[in-house]
């Protein structure tokens, strides 16, 4: 062996060895989600959202739900939420924690209020349950049939970021190990630093058991394809080696791993995929020439790269910064893998003088016999039958429903979906609105009694609003405070109820509801259910009744604010999404083809499989949300290579072969290679199913439709065109 090959041998493989190790160093960084991060950092939702988290501080609980099919019993809840509470108290990182058990409630007795525990070792008084059906209590605590009972952590401001999710997880196992010997009690956790741990468990298991997977799925089907381990020991050489680069990437731009680059790292795999399928099948056919293999398809494949990159970059225009991300990570991926597959891949082979098996095109024509037959014998039939099923598909993609539930990004079955099924069925809890009320007139006090009271009548309309289902706020407690002292209260009992409130607000215990230096009140508007339309429709009706308000402002604010914004933009972000790529691809063709006609007839193959897609989520009832936007870049994208692999061959057969002859002959070279990369897609599809989070699951799913439905387009209808209309196109 000469000196410079075993220096070209040693260099290709510290280059692999040193992607794997930095990238699997890197992959430990993982970032937690956070809402806000959906949006650009100037963007005023945004700005207002951190504004009022910052004065309320909601995304610091985590909120504990005990549940059970029967009533909680006075005794038998004491004794469970005494031992959570004595759990809690000393542990670290939590400032403080609320529950039934030392929850106390105001009464009058010898001329001033006396807090009063809800529930005592013997059980609650009958005064006390009548205090929690009242307006400031109800729902609370514990829900009206007693079945379910709310536990609330507060998280120490202390804690830094990367602990939380720790904390959290702790947390669970503490409550768990309380609540454990009791069967008949069952637990469900919520907070942002729950939903935190689950994220992040699921993106360890998406790198450490789902990726694995594909890879091993990859290189069965590599084998399968070209009957030579070494190709696919050199197709995973060049896979990982792209793969760890994206890693190293996304950190470096990121600071770390969320869940939209961890999916975007699936994809890096997917489409790593295309390119070697079709230099692995030249350089077969060729007798291993490297030459030769690369000067075949070079330029195909930096053309159908050149698309993807396209299809993934229009999320650029997305408001949705993480999809944003995903477009981007998506398009380096697909640019180093070409880097890879046609400068490190040649050197590699070459350093190493692999040699594979010469493999004739014998399948590739068996395969393509009977579709030449259906299509040489019925080209109008095959149109006919794809623009029926189009039809079809408009109709369907008309309807369409936007929901874009920020609450449910996980499967029904998974421990946070039912979470949220739970919260929401025993105390309507999840589904909320944030209102901050203030005065028009700015010298006007919010805790004045005269300007509550028209604060009250304000709620009032708004619970009237079919959606709501109740309301929690400052004026509620200012009410119960005052029902206690007699609704004939004179001034000196007001001037009770008056420092009671100011020792409260002094001790913190208001800071959820009252903001003294903003001179502003908090009101929390709780909803019938979750679907986004109905959230839309609260949200407009509240602004429509605070427009008609002459004496105060009121805002929506908070998580129902940044939910209703990004869900709107959903259509509007689709629109900029197919509308780029659709526009460019356009233009890419034309420049291609130098020719309209041509240009016209290869987008159909490529507007079917969007159609496809948004007819079945039509037809299935499937909802679009901002994450399924993904699907549009993606289908295009990759939905193009094919129509630019098989057009490039029939133009090239053209050149010595009659249209017939040369249709035929197109199918035969192409259908390998294109059917290649649609199965790879076909195989890693169950895989998907291991993934607890909807997205990758529903994309899975119809990602694998949109491939069938392009590669049916390409070789059969694009076939079916040009043999009924082939002299009209090229006339």
């Not at 490190?344 to 070459?350: H, I, M």
């Not at 009320?437 to 009271?453: E, H, T």
């Amino acid at each position: 062996m000469s000196k410079s090959k075993l220096i070209y041998r040693l260099l290709s493989v510290l280059i692999f060895l040193g992607s794997l190790l930095v990238s699997a160093s890197l992959l430990r960084n993982i970032k937690p989600f956070e809402i806000q991060k959906l949006l650009p950092e100037d963007n005023y939702v945004r700005q207002a959202y951190e504004k009022f988290n910052l004065s309320y501080n909601d995304e610091n609980k985590i909120f504990i739900l005990l549940k059970k099919e029967s009533s909680f019993q006075g005794e038998e809840l004491y004794d469970l939420l005494y031992q959570i509470g004595r759990e809690l108290k000393f542990f670290y990182g939590i400032s403080s924690s609320t529950t039934l058990e030392n929850a106390k409630y105001f009464k009058v007795e010898g001329g001033g209020f006396q807090l009063i525990p809800f529930l005592e070792r013997s059980g609650w008084s009958k005064y006390a349950l009548n205090k929690l059906e009242t307006q400031f209590w109800k729902k609370t605590l514990i829900s009206e049939d007693h079945r379910a009972v709310l536990v609330t952590v507060s998280l120490s401001a202390k804690l830094e970021r990367a602990q939380r999710v720790v904390v959290a997880k702790k947390i669970m196992s503490l409550v768990e190990g309380v609540v454990g010997s009791r069967s008949e009690i069952s637990t469900y956790y919520l907070g942002t630093e729950i939903a935190n741990y689950w994220f992040t468990k699921e993106m360890i298991k998406n790198q450490t058991v789902i990726t694995p997977l594909i890879l091993l799925v990859i290189g069965l089907f590599f084998y399968f394809l070209f009957k030579s381990w070494k190709a696919v020991f050199w197709s995973y050489v060049v896979i990982i080696s792209g793969y760890c680069l994206t890693i190293i990437t996304i950190v470096l731009i990121e600071d770390g791993i969320g869940p939209y680059s961890s999916f975007a790292l699936f994809f890096v795999l997917i489409i790593s995929t295309a390119d070697l399928i079709h230099f692995f099948t030249k350089f077969q056919q060729t007798d291993s020439n490297l030459k030769l293999t690369i000067d075949s398809i070079k330029v195909p494949c930096f053309l159908t790269t050149l698309t993807t990159l396209i299809g993934f970059f229009s999320l650029i225009f997305n408001e949705n910064v993480p999809i944003r991300y995903f477009g981007l990570y998506c398009s380096i991926g697909a640019a180093l893998l070409y880097a890879l597959t046609f400068l490190y891949l040649p050197f590699c082979l070459k350093s190493f003088d692999v040699q594979l098996n010469h493999v004739d095109n014998v399948v590739s024509k068996r395969s393509s016999a009977w579709l030449w037959n259906i299509v040489s014998k019925y080209p109008f039939a095959v149109i006919a039958v794809f623009g029926v099923l189009t039809l079809i598909f408009i109709q369907q993609s008309l309807t369409l429903k936007i929901d874009d539930n920020l609450y449910r990004k996980f499967l029904s079955y998974h421990p946070l979906s039912k979470s949220v099924d739970n919260f929401s069925e025993g105390l309507d809890f999840v589904g909320s609105v944030d209102v901050v009320i203030s005065s028009k007139d700015k010298f006007v006090r919010v805790d004045n009694f005269d300007f509550l009271k028209k604060v009250k009548l304000f709620e009032d309309e708004i619970l009237k609003i079919d959606t709501v289902s109740y309301i929690k706020s400052f004026t509620q407690l200012n009410d119960n405070l005052l029902d206690e002292v007699g609704e004939d209260s004179n001034i000196e009992k007001k001037d009770l109820v008056r420092s009671l409130l100011e020792m409260l607000y002094d001790y913190g215990a208001l800071n959820s509801m009252y903001k003294k230096n903003a001179n502003e009140l908090r009101s929390v508007v709780f909803l019938n259910g979750l679907n986004s339309v109905e959230l839309e429709k609260t949200i407009q009706k509240i602004g429509e009744l605070a427009k008609h308000n002459k004496d105060l402002v009121a805002n929506v604010s908070g998580f129902a604010a940044i939910r209703n914004y990004i869900n709107q933009n959903v259509i509007r972000s689709f629109v900029n999404s197919f509308a780029v790529s659709f526009i460019i691809i356009f233009i890419i063709f034309f420049i291609l083809f130098r020719s309209f006609k041509w240009t016209v007839v290869a987008m159909i193959p490529n507007v079917f499989p969007l159609l496809t897609v948004s007819g079945l989520m039509g037809i299935f009832n499937v909802t679009m949300e901002s994450n399924l936007i993904i699907l549009v870049s993606i289908t295009i994208g990759i939905a193009v290579d094919d129509t630019i692999h098989f057009m490039i061959t029939l133009r090239e057969n053209l050149k010595n072969d009659p249209l017939v002859v040369s249709i035929k002959k197109s199918m035969e070279d192409t259908l390998k290679a294109l059917t290649g990369t649609t199965i790879i897609l076909l195989l890693c599809f169950p895989v998907f199913f291991l993934a607890d989070l909807r997205l990758f699951v529903q994309i899975g799913i119809f990602l694998f439709l949109s491939f069938i439905a392009a590669l049916l387009g390409d070789i059969v209808l694009l076939s079916a065109i040009f043999f009924k209309y082939g002299k009209r196109i090229m006339s």
